[in-house]
């Protein structure tokens, strides 16, 4: 029997159950008519449901917007708000602006690249105390293996100001007793008692969250995708309000140069003939 190659076996086809257009006559989202049955829905719901198959509550939305607005800083000396902003100085598109800011958002340590590991880890977490087994286990294997464990500590601050807003919100929509909110504080109980001295921060708030709603790892960092566009905007706009290359110059009076010396035009300069 011959075999065929997966690249024949797809050619001149697209098998999707997410959906698709019938231009002219309607758009098909996750099975269902998207102008029929999903024209009011609320555009993160709608977002998170095309990333997980899964409807949500008003509460758990109204924290999942919350989680993005929480972090939502105009400041253009944000790493990534700062290329949104360079390039609103450049005059380049705003389009082009905040792709290339969300693009930097994926930082290791600052931005989405933490999410992932983050989450993982709470939910082992959970799984540990659940289980009754050793959480004191469980943080040491982590550091171990990483040196760090995702969602605790900060590089710039002791501690996290978006943490005490977050978790009223979440007192006051009834979602703060899950399993994985629980386990997340209990960590950064044990890692404030032991010699470690790490707080939580905003990572492992936010995935445990979505941990209880039932994201997976990589569904929770697909979800952080935007968390930080709200605030790229104003900086793009504020640059580009101003003198173009006014963000944050330089003056060469404040590099330090060890190179070559300055040379007076012509001088070493060979003329042909001569």
């Known amino acids: 029997?011959?075999?065929?190659?997966?690249?024949?076996?797809?050619?001149?086809?697209?098998?999707?159950?997410?959906?698709?257009?019938?231009?002219?006559?309607?758009a098909v989202f996750r099975g269902h008519d998207l102008h029929a049955e999903l024209a009011d829905m609320d555009w993160l719901a709608l977002y998170v449901f095309g990333i997980t198959g899964q409807r949500y509550t008003p509460a758990?939305?109204?924290?999942?917007?919350?989680?993005?607005?929480?972090?939502?800083?105009?400041?253009?000396?944000?790493?990534?708000?700062?290329?949104?902003?360079?390039?609103?100085?450049?005059?380049?598109?705003?389009?082009?602006a905040v792709a290339a800011a969300l693009a930097v958002s994926e930082a290791e340590i600052y931005g989405r690249g933490i999410d992932i590991r983050a989450a993982s880890f709470i939910q082992r977490a959970q799984q540990v105390i659940a289980s009754g087994s050793s959480l004191d286990d469980c943080v040491r294997d982590e550091l171990k293996r990483h040196r760090a464990i995702a969602g605790y500590g900060r590089p710039i601050a002791a501690g996290d100001e978006r943490i005490a807003p977050m978790l009223r919100l979440v007192e006051r929509e009834g979602l703060a007793g899950g399993a994985h909110v629980q386990a997340a504080l209990a960590v950064e109980k044990h890692?404030?008692?032991?010699?470690?001295?790490?707080?939580?921060?905003?990572?492992?708030?936010?995935?445990?969250?979505?941990?209880?709603?039932?994201?997976?790892?990589?569904?929770?960092?697909?979800?952080?995708?935007?968390?930080?566009?709200?605030?790229?905007?104003?900086?793009?706009?504020?640059?580009?309000?101003?003198?173009?290359?006014?963000?944050?110059?330089?003056?060469?009076?404040?590099?330090t140069y060890e190179g070559h010396a300055p040379r007076t035009w012509g001088e070493g300069l060979v003329v042909p003939g001569q």
């Not at 999942?64 to 390039?87: E, F, G, K, M």
């Open 60 to 96: 758990q939305i109204k924290v999942l917007h919350a989680i993005w607005v929480c972090t939502s800083y105009p400041d253009a000396r944000i790493w990534n708000n700062r290329v949104a902003a360079l390039a609103g100085s450049a005059r380049s598109s705003g389009t082009l």
């Open 191 to 255: 890692l404030q008692e032991g010699r470690w001295r790490l707080r939580m921060n905003y990572a492992a708030l936010t995935a445990a969250l979505t941990s209880d709603m039932g994201f997976t790892p990589r569904q929770h960092y697909q979800y952080g995708f935007p968390a930080f566009l709200a605030g790229m905007q104003p900086c793009y706009i504020e640059a580009s309000e101003q003198p173009a290359g006014a963000l944050l110059p330089l003056a060469c009076d404040n590099v």
């Open 1 to 26: 029997m011959t075999r065929i190659s997966p690249l024949e076996e797809h050619a001149g086809r697209l098998r999707t159950r997410m959906g698709g257009a019938f231009v002219g006559q309607r």
